[in-house]
């Protein structure tokens, strides 16, 4: 895997000047791949907030979204924004009611702050909230900054094991957490994967690190194939992008897990990835859907429903990062593997990053080192 490092900090971009005059800067996203580093004010500290200083931050396939296109679904950038929102830090300054956290801490933060007052809230699934605001997405400036102000409730400290790269890893390992919730995967499950990108990958570590047993991944791609197998995929089997050929891959998918496939997770969301899905998966069990490229389908529902085949799907995660923690300290899940490509926080870098993840090809995570 190429690793690109960060140039010293403070080489030729702005960045350094200004945030010696205590001008705190963040990547703005002024217009279709067009990103600049400007001042960010910031909203004043309240009692139960803290400030960060931005350490690690990771592009998310959000983050390409908004770069590529100002749009990400249904959610439209119709302003200047700060871009970002997987990152960790050290906590600058704290607010007079946190009793939690202290000056000096390194922590994760989980970028969406709910509304806590609606229904969904009270009834603990607060990553539905209609009132969420979360970094990096319309209209809510994001965490590619200096430093951010934050909820204290929303950070979460690391251990001294976990990296502050790793923190920030917490937020796209979430998903894979969330997911396996919903499905319920344990150890009797065995679990099919559509899909090797970053999703899928982080997805694979949350599958195996709640006891999954068996593991077949499935990617068009066969560099991301290897890239799964070396995280820990059991069989890894590279598809075709022709929907004509999904009875075939069907066959070819079930005969690698041996046995019937109790929950798969599409995380792409195209008519073929679903499609296969709902085939391969055995009478009885769950498709749960994770990436959702497209916002219309046409998939084969109704002999998936006469197999009594359950379709969940998840929208971000909740109540994820002191789990995600956890298997980070403990080992039982590495994220450094994935993290593929390093970039500082210059002007030319923060172009250049968000060019080569928008490439894809061999790089799953690229990380800004602040």
């Keep these: 895997m190429e690793v690109v490092s960060p140039k010293a900090h403070g080489g030729s971009g702005e960045g350094k000047e200004h945030e010696e005059d205590g001008e705190n800067l963040a990547a ?3 217009g279709i791949q067009t990103l600049k580093i400007q001042p960010y004010h910031l909203p004043s500290l309240g009692p139960h907030d803290v400030k960060v200083r931005i350490k690690a931050l990771g592009i998310c396939g959000s983050d390409i979204h908004h770069f590529k296109t100002m749009r990400c679904a249904n959610f439209i950038v119709k302003k200047p924004m700060v871009i970002g929102h997987e990152c960790a830090g050290i906590i600058e300054e704290v607010g007079s009611q946190v009793k939690s956290l202290a000056v000096g801490d390194r922590v994760a933060l989980e970028p969406g702050i709910s509304c806590r007052q609606c229904n969904l809230c009270k009834d603990g699934r607060y990553n539905l909230c209609p009132e969420m ?3 990096g997405s319309p209209p809510t400036n994001g965490s590619l900054a200096n ?6 409730n929303l950070c979460f400290k690391l251990p001294d094991n976990v990296s502050l790269e790793e923190g920030a890893m917490c937020e796209p390992l979430s998903v894979g957490v969330h997911a396996c919730r919903r499905a319920n995967v344990g ?7 559509m899909g ?3 999703i899928g990958l982080v997805t694979l570590l949350a599958a ?4 999954a047993p068996r593991i077949v991944i499935v990617d068009v791609d066969e560099c991301r194939l290897s890239i799964a197998k070396n995280l820990g995929a059991d069989e890894t089997i590279q598809v075709s992008t022709n929907i004509q050929d999904v009875g075939e891959e069907v066959v070819k998918i079930q005969n690698a897990m041996g046995s019937g496939i109790d929950v798969s997770f599409d995380c792409v969301g195209f008519d073929k990835t679903t499609s296969t899905a709902l085939n ?3 009478s009885g069990g769950k498709v749960c859907l994770i990436g959702l490229a497209k916002s219309e389908m046409t998939a084969p529902l109704t002999p998936a429903a006469a197999r009594e085949v359950d379709v969940v799907g998840i929208f971000r995660y909740r109540n994820t990062w002191p789990l995600c923690i956890e298997f980070l300290k403990t080992g039982k899940i590495d994220v450094k593997p994935l993290i593929t490509h390093r970039f500082g926080f210059t002007q030319q870098e923060v ?5 080569t993840s928008a490439r894809g090809g061999s790089a799953i995570k690229v990380m800004f080192n602040l």
């Design 28 to 30: 703005w996203l002024l």
């Design 280 to 282: 391969a998966t055995r």
């Design 147 to 152: 430093k951010v102000v934050h909820p204290a």
């Design 133 to 135: 605001k979360f970094f």
């Design 196 to 198: 090797a990108g970053p």
């Design 208 to 211: 195996r690190a709640f006891g």
């Design 351 to 355: 172009e250049d990053a968000f060019e």
């Design 187 to 193: 150890p009797e499950t065995n679990v099919l994967i």
